[in-house]
Nanobody, 131 residues
Framework: QEHIMESGGGSVQAGGSLTLSCATS??????????LAWFRQVPGKNREGVAA???????SYMDTTNGRFTISRDIAKNTLDLRVISLKVEDTATYYC???????????????????????WGKGTLVNVTS
């Protein structure tokens, strides 16, 4: 049975940093064959893609991250991380890990939209950035 779970959220002061981790197991295909991405959502707003890594390793980020976000995957451990530095209050959201069989050229933040083509989702981890 598939399992995907995020961890690493919490309350952080603005300017701080944190690393979110996503552990996966039981996916239908090899972990490395998936389009992997982090999304976030604030209550009352649409879910938005933050960072994505395609099966070929190509990476894309939401335009407004300004170099503060780093996505990485560990193929041996089947894990996906998101490192965030210089946190801002507006980064406050529930962050979700997702995986899907999205072709390489479309596994980009600009194409993934709200993630409706992603198949596997975690339950999310809350990041609360305080001023």
């Amino acid at each position: 049975q598939e399992h995907i779970m995020e961890s690493g959220g919490g309350s952080v002061q603005a300017g701080g940093s944190l690393t979110l981790s996503c552990a996966t197991s039981g996916l239908t295909y090899r972990f490395s064959d998936y389009c992997l991405a982090w999304f976030r959502q604030v209550p009352g707003k649409n879910r938005e893609g933050v960072a994505a890594i395609a099966a070929d390793g190509s990476i894309s980020y939401m335009d407004t991250t300004n170099g503060r976000f780093t996505i990485s995957r560990d193929i041996a451990k089947n894990t996906l991380d998101l490192r965030v530095i210089s946190l801002k209050v507006e980064d406050t959201a529930t962050y979700y890990c997702a995986a899907g069989s999205v072709a390489g050229d479309y596994c980009r933040i600009g194409s993934l939209g709200d993630g409706d083509r992603m198949y596997y989702w975690g339950k999310g981890t809350l990041v609360n950035v305080t001023s």
